[in-house]
Each structure stands twice: as C-alpha cells, then as structure tokens.
C-alpha cells in the first residue's frame, strides 16, 4: 500500500515537552514523527522518492502544537447517547484540536467492571476518531460502599480510576482506593464534593445566589474534601488527582502539600479559569456546573496556580446534556458544560491577553496532562506518534454552538469573540479534522 507522506514546512512548532519553540519543518510517515528540523525543503525531492509521494502543507507561520490531550470527558457510552456518542464526542474532540481523552466511567451502567470496560474498548475501537482512554469507577455502581476490582479493570487497560459526578464519601473507602491505586502504579482521581454542605445547591453562594434566592455551594464543600484526601494522599504515599478544583482556598492547600512532598496533581477546567458565578446570570442552566463558577478571587488564584505549577493540566470536564434536560428550570437542569471545541480557543485568549505564555498553555495541554496519566502522548520527538494539531493563533473564533460537532449546546462561552482557531487535526498521521483554510496551502509532490 502508498504511504502518505506529510510535511509540514514553516511550522511554529511549541512542543513544551521537547524544550521546543521555533520555526520548524515536521515530516511525517508511517503515522510517526520522522524528522523536526529548521528546514527539510533541500530534502523534498528526495522524501517524495520512493516513499511513494509527499504532501506538503506551507504553514506560513501558523502553529503546530502536540495533539491536546483531554484528561477529563464525558462522552456519554454507555447508555447515554442521546446527549453524546463516540462519533460526535470524538469529532467534537478532533474539531477542538485534541488527540487523546480519557472517558469518565458515570455511564450507564457506569463503568464498574470488566465487562462494561471490555464492551466500550470495543466500541471505542470501532467508531472513535482519536484515541480514547477508559478511567474506571472507583466504588461499585458509584455509590461509594465497596470497592470496584480495581486490579482487574487496570489490567484490562484503566487509565485510572473515579467516581467523578460523586465524591467518595467514605473516607475508609477512599484510604483503600489510594492504597490500591498506589499498588497498581495509577492516580485515583477526586471530585472534591462535601454533599452535607451542598444540601441542593445550585450556584456558588454568595451575591448571584442571593440575588437569584438559589440555595449556594459553598466553597468549603469543594475545600474540605480537598484537605482530607491531601491528608489520605500524604498518609498512604498514593498518587491523588485532584479533578476539577475551583476555590483558591484548594489552590493554597494544594501548593502547601507539594512543598510537604505529598504526590498530589491537580487539573483546572477553562471555564472556571475565565468565567465566574455572573455567568449563570446571562447563561443560567448552560453555565450550572458542578463545582460551581466561582468568584474573582477564585479565578485569579486558579490563574496563578497554572502559572506557577500548582495545577498541571486544564481538563476541559466536557459535561454534554440534551438540550431539553438543559431547558428545565435551573434547579432541575443537570450540572454540566461542554467544552471540548472551545478550550483551545479560550486558552489562546487567554495568552494574547496576557494571562500566561503560549508555551506553558500549550504544556497545559498537552504533556502536562499526559505525564498526570503516565500517557506516552503530548510531544513530537522523532519517533513519536504523530498526533498533532495546526494552530492560527490570531484567526478570530466566534462560538457558535450550531456548529459544534458535539450533540450538545450547554455552552457558557456561546457568542463569545476568542481568537485562536485550531485548523487540522492529525492522529496516528491521518487527518481527522482539516479547515478550508488549510486547502490552499497543500501542495502535492508525485514519486519519481
Ligand atoms: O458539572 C458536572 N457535570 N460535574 C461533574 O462532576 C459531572 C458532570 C456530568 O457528568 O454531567
């Protein structure tokens, strides 16, 4: 069978996990990385030899960054496919840029055992369009009283393990799950969630609850849950993923237990890096998500933690409900907002308005996430995978949800101007995603 050959000519490559940023030409074959080099164009001629032909893309300065890696998705399969499935889940996936997610396992049933976990491999293998991790359940059927076989579902290929929609409220149990994660070499990832202190909440009390009369979440219900696993993280030498934190109050203990030497990662969601409890007042139940939006002072602290260190990956937490469920009352909607086509370009905002650098968000999306999950993915070394997205980082990108490839519309950031377009997304050397924009600038040279 030809081969197709891609050369990506006058790339600005950023591959943080590679110490790389510079003007860069990238060729690849046989689905892998072969060559970064300042400049292969002497070699065109002869790569199009008997390599059986080339194509060549002239970035003309646009960026190439490592395929995005999304720790934290929801797609929805099993039993769910009326808000998402693995083909518009993963398209939507490839439309914003990322190459590798990790699904939650709150399906239905949620992914609780081999036999689902098998089931889905199977599924994912068929009708997924990047690659598709599986993190498994951490207690049976979710409900927190015993302890999924863990050991079995790792061996049959679990990333790692959460009961995440739920926090593990059993401390006993969630001392286990540590223990046993620590065994099998992966991180137990946590949803930091006191329900004694949420009590039905809705939004994150304070001035917008108020004003809505919505019962408040308050920060301690994120805070306190948060300290105890740091104590049972610090206790069993476990490795504790904290998902989704939103207080800068989680921000602050997070940063002390590292100092202490705890084995402890954290994962921030865009939406709670930019917006805050005001959203609900214009996006109502499309901007209800659990944790909730917090204030000022959160984000900003949420802010420094990326740019400090203290939170290694933003997960975009792609929560997708059927636009029906979100159309109920905002006491009855279900928590949840999709992100995965907007968090590429809200992190490029973002950096052009100064909040952090370009490469440090780039490694916050990529092999910052992946190095969280002990994934061998998120950089572009010769001889890595080739996975990879194209980047205009000053194309203006307006949200508009009727073009999501995802089934879901629950968007907070709808209307919104960014900027930063993610224009082809390549897997394993296929292109699974190209924008017309990208037409013009391919070029194709036949084999001699
Ligand atoms: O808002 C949320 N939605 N937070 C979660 O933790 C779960 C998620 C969901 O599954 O819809």
Excluded at 236 to 255: C, D, P
Aim: aromatic content about 2%.
């Amino acid at each position: 069978m030809q081969t197709v050959n891609l050369l990506f000519a006058n790339a600005w490559l950023v591959d943080p996990g590679a110490g790389v940023q510079g003007r860069r030409d990238i060729l690849v074959s046989g689905g892998r990385v072969r060559a970064v080099a300042p400049s292969l164009a002497p070699f065109r001629q002869w790569l199009s030899g008997d390599r059986g032909g080339l194509r060549v893309y002239d970035l003309a300065g646009r960026c190439v960054f490592p395929g995005l890696v999304d720790i934290h998705t929801h797609l929805r399969v099993p039993g769910q496919e009326h808000k998402e499935d693995l083909v518009s889940g993963t398209q939507a996936a490839a439309w914003g840029g990322f190459t590798t997610v990790l699904t939650m396992p709150n399906t239905r049933p949620c992914v609780d055992r081999v036999s689902v976990l098998r089931a889905l491999r199977k599924r994912i293998d068929q009708e997924a369009v990047v690659r598709v991790g599986i993190i498994g359940c951490v207690s049976r059927g979710q409900a927190g009283k015993r302890l999924a076989p863990l050991a079995e579902m790792r061996e049959a290929g679990a990333v790692a393990f959460s009961d995440d929609g739920r926090p593990v409220k059993d401390a006993g149990l969630m001392k286990a799950a540590l223990e046993t994660g620590r065994d099998l070499g992966c991180p137990i990832v946590a949803h930091c969630e006191d329900p004694d202190l949420v009590r039905g909440g809705v939004v994150r009390q304070g001035e917008v609850s108020r004003r809505l009369k919505l019962a408040g979440i308050p920060g301690s219900a994120e805070e306190v849950m948060v300290a105890r696993d740091l104590c049972l993280a610090r206790e069993t030498g476990a490795h504790l993923h904290l998902a989704h934190l939103s207080t800068a109050g989680s921000v602050e203990m997070v940063r002390i237990a590292r100092e202490q030497g705890v084995r402890v990662t954290a994962e921030v969601t865009p939406h709670h890096l930019t917006l805050t409890d005001e959203a609900v007042l214009g996006f109502g139940s499309n901007a209800k998500v659990n944790p909730p939006l917090g204030g000022p002072k959160d984000r900003d602290a949420l802010r420094q933690g990326i740019r400090d260190g203290t939170l290694d990956a933003v997960a975009s937490d792609h929560a997708p409900h059927h636009p029906d469920e979100k159309a109920l009352p905002i006491t009855e909607a279900p928590f949840g907002v999709i992100g995965l086509e907007t968090t590429l370009p809200v992190m490029m905002t973002l950096v052009a308005q100064g909040v952090l650098s370009l490469t440090r968000a780039v490694e916050l999306l990529s092999v910052g996430p992946a190095r969280v999950m002990g994934l061998s993915c998120g950089t572009l070394r010769e001889g890595d995978a080739a996975d990879l997205v194209v980047v205009e980082p000053e194309s203006p990108v307006v949200v508009d949800v009727r073009r999501f490839r995802s089934k879901a519309r629950n968007c907070p950031f709808r209307g919104m101007k960014l900027r930063g377009r993610p224009v082809l997304t390549l897997k394993a050397g296929i292109v699974v995603r190209k924008h017309r924009s990208m037409d013009e600038c391919a070029e194709e040279l036949q084999a001699r």
